[in-house]
């Protein structure tokens, strides 16, 4: 999960995984897999920043975790 923050200025999460498609339009739009989008004063750089830190995270639990 990563959080952002809406152009209301309400954070809110949203499963990584689930992202389809980026666009910065010029706010950014984050499109998922299901088609819903949501708006969000990150810049497309700075989300694509968020997943590859989230997917770190992830990756690291599934390697540590375990006592490997």
Known sequence: MIKLTGLNQ????IN?????KLEEVPET???LDNGKKYLVQESVDEVIQLVIDYKRRIFALGINGNGK
């Open 29 to 31: 739009v984050i499109t």
């Open 16 to 20: 990584a995984d689930h992202i389809e």
């Open 10 to 13: 309400a954070e809110f999460v």
